[in-house]
Nanobody, 117 residues
Framework: QVQLVESGGGLVQAGGSLGLSCAAS????????MGWYRQAPGKQREFVAS???????NYADSVKGRFTISRDNVKNTVYLQMNSLKLDDTAIYSC???????????WGQGTQVTVSS
């Protein structure tokens, strides 16, 4: 069973920065797509960013230019650097990994990010 463990969440003021990490219990070189979703209170879970094994990235329009996703296949970790944070970025951020297109993804337990005014 592959485990994904997020860390780095917390409380930050609007306009500030925060970095999230997602450590995998397996070699992520074998996981084609890794990324992040988030869910705010009372809202549906939404896609944030993803990165493939060939380092192709994709971002939600709401975070483009502010968030950066990266992966380290040696450390088996995926990162999400979040800059210029807004109140609307407050959510539980969950890491996922999809070994192949169409396969069932692995999920982390989530980490809370709270942006205050």
């Amino acid at each position: 069973q592959v485990q994904l463990v997020e860390s780095g969440g917390g409380l930050v003021q609007a306009g500030g920065s925060l970095g999230l990490s997602c450590a995998a219990s397996t070699d992520i070189v074998n996981i084609n797509i890794m990324g992040w979703y988030r869910q705010a209170p009372g809202k549906q879970r939404e896609f944030v960013a993803s990165i493939t094994s060939s380092l192709s990235t994709n971002y939600a329009d709401s975070v483009k230019g502010r968030f950066t996703i990266s992966r380290d296949n040696v450390k088996n970790t995926v990162y999400l650097q979040m800059n210029s944070l807004k109140l609307d970025d407050t959510a539980i951020y969950s890491c996922y990994g999809r070994p192949r297109i169409g396969s069932v993804p692995y999920w982390g337990q989530g980490t809370q990010v709270t942006v205050s005014s």
